[in-house]
């Protein structure tokens, strides 16, 4: 069975909590030492590496923006995604500020205050497996 890798990347999304930000770095970095991954390269379904530019490419493409909430992903330096697919970094902005994400410039967002930190890896890895 071939895995679809933006699979992964929508379940580790879906867990980033309201008011809280994650990197694409971190999503990447998250799947890649998951032992959920770690089963899928074993078997032979999934024999690259995940990175933040894949992970980015899955959320361009994600089936439903409401449940899988793509705009609470930024890049490394906390900057928004210029072609967020669901109405460009202005509406991105616009559902983190009503969510009280905090920006320290106009289309980034304060990373020392809103960075999901993923604390509880052993956790998030568990969950990934159901």
Known sequence: MLVNYSILVYKVVKRIPRGKVA????????IQNSKISAKFRQSGSFTFKVTPRLVGMALHENPDPENIPCHRVVNKNGKLAENYAFGGARAQRKKLLEEGVTFRKNLYVDLEK?????ADLAKLTRKMQK
């Open 114 to 118: 809103s960075n999901w930190r993923f």
């Open 23 to 30: 990197t694409y770095g971190q999503i990447a970095e998250t």
